[in-house]
């Protein structure tokens, strides 16, 4: 199936007064018009009932533009997330099917975590099940799965990783929806990066197509916070805050020795924020060099020269970079070398390597030894547990995506737009460009 | 000066089509006329030469009202935040003071730095003082005052507290102005909370109607998160992060012993914040008590009946309470003790002991000896730094005040709306009414 | 059975060259002459196969005194610990348990993790119990205990507080040792404070009159690492890193109020050490107050006066008072409050109230209003898991146990003494006198 | 000079009853033998009086030998530290300079602030100064030094690195000695590794040779924990702290994937001690590497063979390696890329890079697809500062140095034996040979 068609089957828009525009999510009754609904049986729970107007009004939307000028558009809204009135499956007929794909990221566990407890204890939902032989999606061709209880997760918000385990690449569409109609199951819940994400349109289409009542629900899943519809990622909080560490070192690196240059490669293929926020945050760095702006090494207003003014006026200085910076710059020999890993990211050449390597060949006419220090502390990143933060917010991003899942809304992925949850249409997550640059940041 | 007075000198209030109202701050020009515009020295910034659109549309607001309807109304909107194609000061004209009030919070140290740098290095103004004689307002009726630049203020953001000390009360409008006067200072940056805020306006007042060029600024400050209009109050997620550690303490005592109850007594005078995401984020409590959602110990419902349900079933229990939590409940002989501190904030009774107290009484005859622990991290949590997502929050707080006050705008607070820096008038910051429960939690 | 008796049944005494004296302690073969021996399965172990010289000498023995003259006495001498060539049990003979009693204590879960471990992979012992019904002695008169294997006990390291739970009090010699007797088991792990090993003591004395084959095994518990003859207890390297945090928390409030006071009460009922290494640790801190050197308050060479000089020097300071210091300070009528926990343990008064009232008092006179903060961390420094140093120790500290039961040693604690791991008969532990002076932390 | 005349020179031995030997450390007396005493100004502080035996005996000695036999030899016993009752310095009189040489350390500022405040507070000494222009002994050849007071040093004990920065070799010793005699200087208090030892080794020779009354004193830096005459060296306990959170968050890694392997390089270039430490400290290691344990890949009993097993029973592992492990094993080609680097220490190849790429070969053939992390985190173990253990020991090393300088001794090192501080000549620092075994760490 083309693109073009996915876009179209995935898009439905709505358009109301003042330039007013809906990006609506798809819903199982798009194509099974005769569903049944039920009530939602939070409506009959003691601990909710103390909240007045718990349920969503169904014509809330979240609003994307919110700098606006007195008389302008309205422009694109989604529809809001959280509990319908109604819901379109019973609870002991939901059977649901968790699987996390893609590199870490904190929080993971808190989001396994959150769409078991939401499903069992909001909805009573018993049958749920994690897709963890080798993980990823080609743990839908094994026949082993895990049971996933409230007691089985109770404690794993606490650990980094993921308990389904995690792999890269591996999609065979036939072949999973196939694995999703012979069990029976009929809420998917993916979470996982842009690829990930794409498979997930996929699975939807196919599902649709062979008219299965089944919910493909969409976690976004990007440490490096690249995803521009939604205000920031999981694990993206919490990454920052580890990655200061790294910054904290080779600060104290560099002060304690003459002409000290302390290099940190921060994750970041396309995008810098880990990297500015951090930078941001840490206050300790004279340069961060990010993908979204590009620099270059000799003459006037290069980096070598503002390294040169820097060691002069304060004797050492603290390097921040992006794994994605300056690939331009990297010769043609090094990029002979480039590769594909399995999920079909390029792979980067080590850039805090390389950068190390051109300014100490540089400034050693300037400054005789210049000592550098080059930390990496990607791994050590990805693997902690999610912060306060990050666990507050992937609970309710799990819990966003059930309510949506049994309010038969299919095809979206969640997150928040200006602070409120949302559902957001595969092709509008998958399809806006990136236009990431610093002023996002600063201006926020 | 009555308090409807204030508020209408305060308010500006501008409509637009489709229901768009903008609750607008005041503006120097509001009462000097005439004074010269100079333009924005951040154009010849070349750290800032390569961003694009760098300075904020005069004409951009933001939306308070994000979850709307196909034709509804637009609502109320804030004035943007961040830089402008013109000032209304000259960098060497330029002399600003910095104050903080009240109880500590992590990250203040953060916004005094990011206040001093922003002004220094976006703007060239060298002339800033901090109030630092015992801290607060009293600090301003004394002569000695602390210079600061970027090198006194270079590492204050790793440490907690603030530097410049800080009290409570003593608010003298006539002296304060006088001083403000004597000393010809004409950037005033007030950190503080609600009554710091209150006094803010109060100054602004004075200031306007003696007719002098002089901005005021306030940068709200509540570890409580009880500010509506903003999305969030900075310290607060560095005191949810603390807070947690405190929770898995009480969790672990609690668990190693025969029906052993720990409690956690958390700041919230009137609102819950901290309490609730602390305990969204640690998924180790049972109950987490209120000051929003009123609760009864005895008979059917009551928190008795629960202790005893969750004892039977799990062996131990950790409950959450809030110190403003259940403040009815305390007996008369303890309200007769109730004092009022400096500020004029009610001095409430410990509530962590009290509870205590009671639930050891009740829950013996069920369960014989109760090992009961009391935990209250308040001053671990107000005492350290702020963490790195507090940092960056700060920074562009410092930098939205620094800007708004640059071009002009007084008598307003600052903050972010639905995600972007706003600048909201005193009187909206401070008149709103706290409508905060658990929903806005839940469903944000 | 009169303590006396106690004393001389335990005491093995013998005496060499040069002033030589071995406390020993005592072995099954002492009332069992005919018990047979194996050899160590150790040294069939290929992880262990590359060390030579594993086995300890069997006349290896610890000196007590390090500091020594040239022709001075040589003094009291320990048995050294570590695996012997010959063992007393066969591995699957071997029944043990292990029982944790009194407060908690960071590195309770280490020891169990390391005993367990420790009698499965080096010696092949598989019939490993808990007593956990309740925790403590109390336990050994339920039927339920749980069962111990490497794979239970895998990440309990990395937790705080003791999977077996604990409580205190509820020693019945005779009803233990018939427990022991009916279950079986041969081998008894004791973790606890100073009345836990006294009860141990017993329990040896009654295996001993009942003539069983059975080890009696005491690990030393008190996070106040106040066991004079052992260089440190387990736990007390992580209480001062944590409570150096509370430290650091009242410092920062202090400094940030004019004439502010941070008070914070650490632990140590009858011992300051954790005060004193903590103040040495932090650097922040004005005055230490330690139950083992007196204060008063008043007149010259006073508490107020050294507060009255530090707070016009200094404008604030940091004092740590240890709880069990200046008690013959407290009034009559607050002690006539006081009251016996369940380990007959004096319940102390509240010292960190009871001094911040008073120095409140007593200050106003001279500095008008004094900000006094109250900090207490107990129950967040008993709570924390090990850390790396801790965790390292516990290990040796449960081998040790498990080398000495295994080699048929029984009635004796293990701890380090001058950096090596020894065995301690019970008598010498708990008899030797507390001769704790702060010269002993300075000139160590 | 030879080394042969330098250890003849600085030996000092003497003998006494059942084998007793004293290494002594050489006394400005010993070649200025006219040289006034003074009374210990401590005896008249307040802050000392209430302490009884302050100073320590005369003749009181430390012994190396604590595992001993009834009627054994006394063995080898260094000279106690601490303060003398008689000083060979007036206060006024004395000049000190402090310098810090090679690699960062934890702890290196805590020892330079209690060089400072010990001298200060206790000896009332203000004349001391920093070597700090480019660090190092190249220091000693520049004009500018610091001044170094207890305000200046007030906070530095909270921050990584050295104050005084530092760097490798350049040692002159007739140069650095003629700068101590040019600026006056009389106690030289040197902080570095076994190269810099050397140093002052040398420097102490030539200040003997030349007849001046200056007191060197060596303070022993290795954070790798390889000085067998002392029980630790400062900082090894905090970067065992650090290098645990690298291990911990390889072992997340390799868990949540399909064979997952984590490879975690730590510091170690002639001895395992951190590895080895991380390791028993952690729990999550299948496999420690280190120099002085020889292993080999491939056949039976080799590590391939080792992972494979492990793989196929777990799924995935950790493995540790040392630095200087596996030496002997990388290929002739990567040796003769070998360098020296400023200090003359053996530039390693990489290891983990190594090792990780040929298991990947390996191992491709049994699983396929490996994934591999590869965590360095040597540069976040230097960096931060010390924790609370380290610290306090920190503080007792510069004050045994202060002592020990006071009292006229010289070209000594100082440290922990057993448990007891002492002074250590310079030879036997030095000299002994390096019998690390990992029998060693288990039975201690």
């Not at 989001?111 to 993980?135: A, N, P, T, W």
């Not at 792999?167 to 979470?191: A, P």
């Not at 043609?332 to 190390?356: R, T």
Request: hydrophobic residues 35%; charged residues 20%.
């Amino acid at each position: 199936m083309a693109d073009g068609g996915c876009a179209a089957i995935n898009t439905k828009i709505e358009e109301g007064e003042g330039g007013y525009i809906l990006e609506d999510v798809p819903h199982l009754t798009d194509y099974l018009p005769s569903l049944l609904t039920y009530p939602n049986p939070l409506q009959d729970n003691p601990a909710y009932s103390v909240v007045k107007q718990y349920f969503v009004d169904v014509d809330d939307t979240v609003a994307q533009k919110i700098v606006v000028h007195k008389n302008g558009d309205r422009g694109i809204h989604f529809r809001r997330a959280g509990p319908r009135q109604k819901v379109y499956f019973k609870s002991d007929e939901v059977h649901a099917c968790i699987v996390t794909c893609g590199g870490l990221c904190p929080g993971l566990n808190t989001v396994i975590r959150e769409i078991v407890c939401g499903l069992h204890y909001m909805y009573g939902v018993s049958k749920i099940i994690g897709i963890d032989f080798q993980g990823g999606y080609m743990g839908f061709y094994s026949k082993n799965t895990v049971t996933l209880t409230p007691k089985v997760v109770n404690d794993i918000h606490k650990r980094g990783g993921t308990v389904l385990g995690t792999s890269r690449g591996g999609h065979d569409t036939s072949k999973i929806v196939d694995s999703i109609q012979d069990r029976g199951i009929n809420q998917v819940y993916v979470i996982g990066g842009d690829g990930t994400q794409k498979g997930a349109a996929v699975i939807y289409e196919e599902v649709r197509r062979r008219g299965l009542k089944v919910s493909v629900a969409g976690i976004p899943k990007t440490i490096d916070n690249d995803i521009p519809v939604i205000d920031r990622s999981f694990g993206f909080d919490t990454a920052v805050e580890e990655a200061q560490r790294a910054i904290n070192a080779a600060h104290v690196e560099a002060e304690s020795t003459e002409n000290g240059i302390g290099v940190v490669k921060l994750m970041g293929r396309y995008s810098g924020f880990i990297a500015m926020y951090a930078t941001l945050a840490s206050r300790d760095v004279d340069c961060c060099l990010i993908p979204e702006s590009p620099f270059f090494l000799e003459g006037k207003g290069g980096l070598f020269q503002f390294i040169r003014k820097r060691l002069k006026e304060n004797g050492h200085m603290v390097i921040v970079i992006a794994e994605g910076a300056g690939q331009d710059l990297l010769t043609e020999s090094m990029q002979s070398m480039g590769q594909q890993d399995a999920s079909g990211n390029k792979q980067l050449q080590d850039v805090g390597f390389w950068i190390s390597h051109r300014i100490k060949v540089h400034t050693f006419a300037d400054f005789g030894l210049t000592v550098m220090i080059v930390a990496d502390p990607t791994y050590m990143i990805r693997a902690i547990p999610g912060n306060a933060s990050d666990n507050v917010y992937c609970t309710l991003l799990a819990q966003s995506a059930v309510h949506g899942a049994m309010a038969g809304y299919t095809g979206f992925t969640c997150g928040p737009v200006n602070g409120r949850h949302s559902y957001i249409p595969f092709n509008v997550s998958i399809a806006l460009s990136l236009s990431l640059s610093p002023s996002r940041i600063g201006m926020k």
